[in-house]
């Protein structure tokens, strides 16, 4: 048996809109200049405290960081009430966990630094609930890239880090995997740049989800 351990925001979905639009309303309800686009988008995938502490610097006051994490949360779920698809999924991910879904030797589960109430929020909105056997979150685990996440997936479903894979878009997707002892595979259309994501050690980065099949063969050899 495989896992394929996926992150979510830059990954399966697009949200970095959702996510500038909540930190520049997070910065602003404490009187701060809001972060630029890409120190935003730079921060992705950390837990929401570490977040705050890299855009706010070393010297940030605890409280000033609890602030700004529940000003950010209370505006991502206010946006998300407002309607629409404001999560879509990456063109080709659908498609990609159905043909993986539809193996026999294949377990699919989460990675993220997502909350639980934004997991099932996302899970809700492209019905895809039942598709992963392992979910693990900020909520429960330290911040990636930490190996806790990926370390109790691999408990939780009894897989061998030689089988494991996990897809991210960011530095600290594949530094957790590479620390956790499996394969990480970086993704180009996400928040960090593809040499980046090289440099960090992922073992591949593609270029669409069509070749996500195809590189889990050659690693797996299927």
């Known amino acids: 048996m495989h896992l394929v351990l996926f992150d979510v925001d830059g990954t399966l979905v697009d ?3 959702m996510i500038v639009a909540a930190m520049d309303r997070a910065f602003a309800s404490v009187a701060r200049p809001a972060p630029s686009r890409a120190e935003t988008l730079s921060v992705v995938g950390l837990s929401l405290d570490e977040a705050m ?12 960081v609890r602030a700004l994490g529940e000003a950010y949360k209370a505006s991502y779920f206010d946006l998300r009430r407002s309607g629409g698809d404001q999560e ?3 063109p080709g991910a659908r498609a990609a966990l159905d043909a993986l879904a539809a193996r026999d ?13 934004g997991i099932r929020a996302v899970l809700d909105l492209h019905d895809l609930h039942g598709r992963f056997v392992t979910v693990q979150c ?8 930490h190996p806790a996440m990926v370390r109790a997936a691999l408990a939780e479903t009894g ?13 600290f997707d594949v530094a957790m995997g ?21 440099a960090a050690g992922a073992a591949r980065v593609l270029d669409d989800y069509a070749e996500l099949l195809p590189s889990l063969g050659e690693l797996f050899r299927w």
């Open 15 to 17: 949200s970095q809109h």
């Open 53 to 64: 502490h890299r855009l706010l610097g070393a010297e940030a006051e605890p409280a000033v």
């Open 88 to 90: 879509p999924l990456y």
């Open 105 to 117: 030797d294949v377990l699919l589960g989460l990675a993220t630094g997502k909350s639980h109430r």
């Open 138 to 145: 900020a909520d429960d685990h330290p911040s990636k890239p």
């Open 159 to 171: 897989v061998a880090p030689e089988r494991a894979v996990i897809l991210g878009d960011t530095v």
């Open 178 to 198: 590479r620390a956790a002892g499996i394969v990480a595979i970086g993704v180009a259309w996400g928040y960090h740049e593809a040499d980046d994501l090289a």
